[in-house]
């Protein structure tokens, strides 16, 4: 999914920044992995649905099943 309306990257690490500090104060560690995929999505690159399935994906490389 394609954004109409660019964004500057000033605005994607503030958005991020602002989402990475709530992650922190809910206990959640944010890998460089989860920065990206959010990265992508602000910029327009990755829709919502995209972003979760990767996240997951992401996740489930971390933490595989045993």
């Keep these: 999914m394609a954004l109409k309306t660019p964004v500057s990257e000033a605005h ?3 958005v991020l920044a602002e989402v ?5 104060t809910a206990g959640a560690v944010v ?3 989860d920065r990206e995929i959010a ?5 327009g ?3 919502a649905d995209e972003a979760v399935r990767e996240a997951i994906a ?3 490389d971390r933490f595989p099943e045993k």
Excluded: P
């Design 58 to 60: 992401a996740a489930l």
């Design 39 to 43: 990265r992508r999505q602000v910029r």
């Design 45 to 47: 690159e990755l829709s």
């Design 12 to 14: 994607v690490r503030r």
């Design 31 to 33: 890998t460089e992995a």
């Design 20 to 24: 990475e500090a709530g992650q922190v």
